[in-house]
């Protein structure tokens, strides 16, 4: 069929309309950014992720320098127009925090570019970890120390002697992202009100729920509630939670249920919160064994649905004796009874010494960073069946050196 002066020109106008706003076959446009450390170069990697594909690619003035030494952890300020690095520094755990370890601020940019503003440092010593509290104004970060003592002058130096960590609270402006430091009203060393909230010893990670912070304290196999008041924290009735782990790993949540990974016998629990930040096991008894799917879990995460949970393994039962691999165990949740039912053709093959995962925010794909060979690796969700397959363009991107964890923001709001 032959096309008319006005038809040829109607094509002609369409094909223009697709290249400027780049529709082509190859992909589509960006539905999200994604951040992951490099620790190896104290860097940030930053990508774009494709809607149509899930393929990754750079963000202009990428990789971006993390302004710290050993970067550990980053967050996002919800509605991601500020993203948080967590320094760890080289000074260890007797040197003051603030002159090696800090918290590196950065503006959110056009195209996911990133745009140092300022540090700060947090009271404790060997930051780990970092999270905001549910309504975005608070940025709480996690020490594996606490301070132990304060001077005459009100300086907080040198670490506690018990190993109990603590959690430093700063309130952030919605404007700028900067932090400004909150005391803790209710707790004093001294006479002094400390500057931070003490927790449980040796902390790895923390998660925020229900008007709660669960602190995963690795020294006694507890889970360390505090009960989230404004800008303060408060220590619950309920106290210690001890479920029963040997080398508990990761927790993490989505509103719904708190999820636990325990390395030794590679279990995954699963609680509800209730009255006092109690944990509380799910109907289906809270704990499932993760030993055929595989081994040594190291993190959790439930997709936006709350359909599957998906726990990264960082190796397989069906790994060759001196080459093991990584996987992702993937599970549906039963609605009725919480309980793990395994999914068609899990656990699937990811990179080595994974750390971290998460989930786009048009749920379409899932996100590795695996430090051990410095990559992120890219899955497709089914959300009919919770199945996970490869990108369509390759399932592996690199990283920037060895690879920390990785963070995903939608639309800048």
């Not at 190859?26 to 393929?55: A, E, H, P, S």
């Not at 479920?243 to 390395?263: C, R």
């Not at 990283?399 to 639309?411: H, M, N, P, T």
């Amino acid at each position: 069929m032959k096309l008319g002066f006005f038809g040829r020109m109607a094509m002609a106008l369409f094909a223009s309309l697709v290249l400027g706003l780049g529709m082509t076959a190859c992909g589509g446009g960006t539905v999200g950014y994604i951040w992951v450390l490099g620790q190896q170069f104290n860097q940030i990697g930053g990508f774009k992720v494709d809607d149509f594909t899930g393929n990754l690619t750079q963000i202009v003035g990428s990789p971006f320098v993390s302004n710290g030494a050993t970067p550990v952890h980053l967050v996002l300020k919800p509605g991601g127009r500020y993203l948080y690095v967590i320094n760890q520094g080289t000074g260890g755990s007797t040197s003051a925090s603030g002159v090696g370890a800090s918290i590196a601020v950065y503006a959110v940019g056009g195209d996911g570019v990133l745009t140092f503003q300022e540090t700060y440092a947090p009271q404790g010593y060997i930051p780990l970890w970092a999270q905001f509290d549910p309504t975005g104004q608070f940025l709480y970060v996690l020490t594996q120390y606490s301070p132990g003592y304060v001077t005459a002058t009100g300086l907080w130096t040198g670490p506690n002697t018990d190993g109990n960590g603590a959690i430093t609270v700063f309130q952030t402006d919605s404007n700028t992202g900067r932090l400004s430091l909150v005391t803790n009203s209710q707790t004093q060393k001294n006479n002094v009100n400390t500057p931070f909230f003490e927790v449980g010893p040796s902390p790895l990670m923390m998660k925020v729920d229900a008007g709660c912070v669960f602190t995963v304290d690795s020294a006694n196999q507890s889970i360390f509630p505090l009960a989230i008041s404004g800008n303060q924290l408060s220590f619950t009735t309920t106290g210690a939670f001890f479920p029963g782990t040997t080398n508990i790993s990761s927790i993490n949540s989505n509103g719904t249920y708190v999820v636990l990974t325990d390395m030794t016998p590679d279990n995954i629990y699963m609680y509800t919160v209730g009255t006092g930040c109690n944990l509380v096991p799910t109907n289906g008894g809270g704990k499932t064994s993760n030993a055929l799917q595989g081994t040594n879990p190291v993190w959790s995460l439930i997709d936006s649905t709350g359909k599957y949970l998906y726990v990264l393994n960082s190796s397989s039962p069906q790994s060759v004796v001196g080459t093991p691999f990584s996987t992702i165990s993937a599970y549906t949740i039963n609605s009725t009874s919480s309980q793990l039912q395994p999914i068609t053709g899990s656990p699937y093959t990811v990179g080595s010494g994974p750390v971290c995962m998460v989930e786009d925010s048009s749920n379409q794909y899932m996100y590795v960073s695996n430090h051990n060979d410095g990559t992120v690796t890219g899955k497709v969700i089914d959300p009919a069946t919770g199945i996970l397959s490869n990108l369509s363009r390759g399932a592996t991107f690199p990283a920037v050196g060895q690879a920390e964890c990785l963070v995903l923001s939608g639309v800048v709001e």
